[in-house]
């Protein structure tokens, strides 16, 4: 089985960025855990500041041969209509992921316009977040 874990704008800067929201760890640390907490399952690992690129990359991940997608878009989650859209066309499942717990945040966090074409949200608990998302996936694809 093989997953795409993409990330969106600002994911980059996961580690440096507000630490005590986001935790201390990269996202290249992050990635390397979570292949080595699922050795058995190939991954993809993809990051883009371009609302564009990630689309793009919703768009072309079952050509890929991905099974299912693990995505933080960042604040593209609460207002990208058009990535909504690439996620609806794809016939494979996506789990949105948030490191923070955004309903515990300012206002406009607590509305994601992805949710609703997600098979589910994981949001919440840092880089565990990703691992529980992976675990998820696994279970529903049971390959
Ligand atoms: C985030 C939450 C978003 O509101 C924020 O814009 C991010 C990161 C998270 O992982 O907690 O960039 O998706």
Known sequence: MKL??????????????????????TLAVINSQLQQNFPALKFEFFQTNSEGDLIDKIQSAEGEGCDGVVLNAGALSHYSYALRDAIAALKKPVVEVHLSQVFAREEFRRTSVISEVCRGTVTGFGKHSYFAAVFALNGILGK
């Open 4 to 25: 795409l874990v993409a990330n969106g704008p600002n994911l980059n800067l996961t580690g440096t960025r507000e630490p005590q929201i986001y935790g201390s760890d």
